[in-house]
């Protein structure tokens, strides 16, 4: 009697996982939940880079952001009126021109805005564009290295580079020219400016000497070509040496170029 009273209690229990089994197989399956993708402190025309989007940020082939190398490569041209085109707070982020891009803000933003420190850098040349009424065309909060590549930065309103505090300037076998509004400096707060593999085209009577700069009368100074140069130099001179050899007027364009070595 007892033992038909157990078999009586497993048949029950047996009937009850196999209904709850069957009822949990009549559910509507759930879908299985994602993972959210990473995003980046970068954002393109205000489009923050993702994992998902970041092989062709905005999907016309111009901007892609390698999150293992750090680099953000732009091939081609954009133009923007609604945001800045570039924007990191990446620290050391590498910016790879892989062909001749021309970025142009017609809105009230610069161009590129950086929060940290950043390196330019690739085969082709990047033209930087501003035509607001007020704002650079690169505008940084921290160290800056133009490193092989031609770049030209102009803005109709205001500098052409300017950071926001004293901050260092790193020029490296690179041509860079930059224009800026009248009356504005071409490159402002630059506290050390250190050129290497670089000499001056304009202005012109510009004299690197121990670390300070110099103006003279001179053609472009031979202490320039002689070779690699990495020269800090305080922000009270530097003001003279990149923006102004008379005190009565600003320098609105100043243009270095690359050393040709055999």
């Known amino acids: 009697?007892?033992?038909?009273?157990?078999?009586?209690?497993?048949?029950?229990?047996?009937?009850?996982?196999?209904?709850?089994?069957?009822?949990?197989?009549?559910?509507?399956?759930?879908?299985?939940?994602?993972?959210?993708?990473?995003?980046?402190?970068?954002?393109?025309?205000?489009?923050?880079?993702?994992?998902?989007?970041?092989?062709?940020?905005?999907?016309?082939?111009?901007?892609?952001?390698?999150?293992?190398?750090?680099?953000?490569?732009?091939?081609?041209?954009?133009?923007?009126?609604?945001?800045?085109?570039?924007?990191?707070?990446?620290?050391?982020?590498?910016?790879?021109?892989?062909?001749?891009?021309?970025?142009?803000?017609?809105?009230?933003?610069?161009?590129?805005?950086?929060?940290?420190?950043?390196?330019?850098?690739?085969?082709g040349k990047l033209t930087l564009i501003d035509e607001s009424e007020k704002y650079p065309a690169l505008y940084s909060k921290s160290g800056l290295t133009i490193s092989s590549i031609n770049m030209d930065v102009s803005s109709a309103g205001s500098n052409g580079i300017l950071f926001s505090y004293p901050n260092n300037l790193t020029v490296n076998s690179a041509q860079l020219h930059v224009t800026a509004r009248a009356g504005f400096y071409a490159i402002e707060n630059a506290k050390n400016f250190s050129l290497s593999c670089c000499d001056f085209l304009s202005p012109a009577n510009c004299t690197l000497e121990s670390g300070s700069s110099l103006a003279s009368d001179g053609s472009i100074a031979d202490e320039i070509a002689n070779g690699n140069f990495d020269l800090p130099l305080n922000y009270e001179r530097t003001n003279y040496f990149v923006f102004a050899f008379a005190a009565s007027r600003r320098v609105r364009r100043v243009s270095v170029r690359a050393l040709i070595t055999e």
């Open 1 to 123: 009697m007892q033992h038909t009273k157990q078999r009586s209690l497993r048949s029950r229990l047996l009937s009850c996982v196999s209904a709850l089994a069957t009822a949990a197989a009549l559910l509507p399956q759930m879908p299985a939940l994602k993972a959210a993708a990473e995003t980046y402190n970068l954002k393109i025309d205000g489009i923050p880079v993702t994992d998902s989007n970041k092989e062709d940020i905005l999907g016309d082939g111009v901007f892609s952001y390698d999150s293992f190398a750090n680099t953000l490569t732009v091939n081609g041209n954009y133009t923007a009126s609604t945001d800045n085109i570039i924007f990191s707070n990446i620290t050391n982020l590498t910016v790879n021109v892989a062909g001749d891009s021309v970025l142009t803000e017609t809105g009230d933003y610069p161009v590129i805005t950086l929060f940290a420190a950043a390196t330019f850098t690739g085969t």
